[in-house]
């Protein structure tokens, strides 16, 4: 017998450490070097060219370029060691009072249980996410229970809870995981159905609590 579970858990974003950047190395020895190299390359190739056209002066050609290079390229370095290292809000428009944003809710998973006693015995449990949240899953529970078909058309768009990478995303997972299949083996064309797994997942989404939904598969 198996038992099928699907939960709904809050898993906060994690954080972005960026203190590699904090360090005399990356903010100015690893910069000082790519410009010196970007300058050293162009000017060596100016040099070249000067050299093979014949230009007057053509030390002066390649040094000029070179230097030109290197402190454009230096600029340009530090400019983009500052964006990724300035204080949150620097450079940004003043709000007007009581404009802050509202912090964000913490990211929502649903996680899908699978548990199953093998020949034997032997208990087996198994927990994969499905890249969607409760609402979008609840929205697609409730229209598939009302004969809505599982297609990209009536899935995606404005106004409906996935976009298009989302629900490819999430029909991927569920082929992956046995909740759907093709409708027709030889024939792409008429889409997808439930599997009795997912009719199950869909079922107990619409009839069961918000967070924890619970059935049985024989």
């Given at each position: 017998m198996k038992t099928y579970n699907s939960q709904a858990e809050y898993i906060p974003l994690p954080r972005e450490s960026r203190s590699?950047?904090?360090?005399?190395?990356?903010?100015?020895?690893?910069?000082?070097?790519?410009?010196?190299?970007?300058?050293?390359?162009?000017?060596?190739?100016?040099?070249?060219?000067?050299?093979?056209?014949?230009?007057r002066n053509p030390g002066g050609w390649g040094l000029g370029v070179g230097?030109?290079?290197?402190?454009?390229?230096?600029?340009?370095?530090?400019?983009?060691?500052?964006?990724?290292?300035?204080?949150?809000?620097?450079?940004?428009?003043?709000?007007?009072?009581?404009?802050?944003?509202?912090?964000?809710?913490?990211?929502?998973e649903i996680r899908i249980r699978v548990s199953e006693v093998r020949p034997g015995g032997h208990y087996h449990e198994s927990v994969y996410p499905l890249p969607a949240d409760l609402p979008q899953l609840q929205a697609l529970a409730q229209g598939l229970t009302q004969g809505r078909p599982?297609?990209?058309?009536?899935?995606?768009?404005?106004?409906?809870?996935?976009?298009?990478?989302?629900?490819k995303a999430?029909?991927?997972?569920m082929i992956k995981r046995g909740l759907?299949?093709?409708?027709?083996?030889?024939?792409?064309?008429?889409g997808y159905q439930l599997t009795p797994e997912g009719w199950k997942m869909v079922n107990g989404l619409v009839e069961g609590s918000p967070q924890n939904t619970q059935g049985t598969l024989e």
């Amino acid at each position: 017998m198996k038992t099928y579970n699907s939960q709904a858990e809050y898993i906060p974003l994690p954080r972005e450490s960026r203190s590699y950047l904090h360090t005399t190395t990356a903010g100015g020895v690893l910069p000082f070097i790519q410009a010196s190299l970007t300058g050293l390359i162009l000017g060596v190739v100016v040099l070249a060219l000067a050299l093979l056209w014949r230009w007057r002066n053509p030390g002066g050609w390649g040094l000029g370029v070179g230097l030109a290079t290197w402190a454009a390229a230096w600029l340009f370095l530090q400019w983009h060691w500052y964006t990724q290292t300035r204080p949150a809000g620097l450079l940004s428009l003043p709000r007007e009072r009581g404009s802050d944003p509202q912090p964000e809710a913490p990211a929502r998973e649903i996680r899908i249980r699978v548990s199953e006693v093998r020949p034997g015995g032997h208990y087996h449990e198994s927990v994969y996410p499905l890249p969607a949240d409760l609402p979008q899953l609840q929205a697609l529970a409730q229209g598939l229970t009302q004969g809505r078909p599982f297609s990209e058309r009536k899935w995606t768009g404005s106004g409906k809870p996935f976009s298009v990478a989302g629900f490819k995303a999430l029909r991927s997972e569920m082929i992956k995981r046995g909740l759907i299949c093709l409708a027709n083996d030889k024939d792409v064309r008429q889409g997808y159905q439930l599997t009795p797994e997912g009719w199950k997942m869909v079922n107990g989404l619409v009839e069961g609590s918000p967070q924890n939904t619970q059935g049985t598969l024989e």
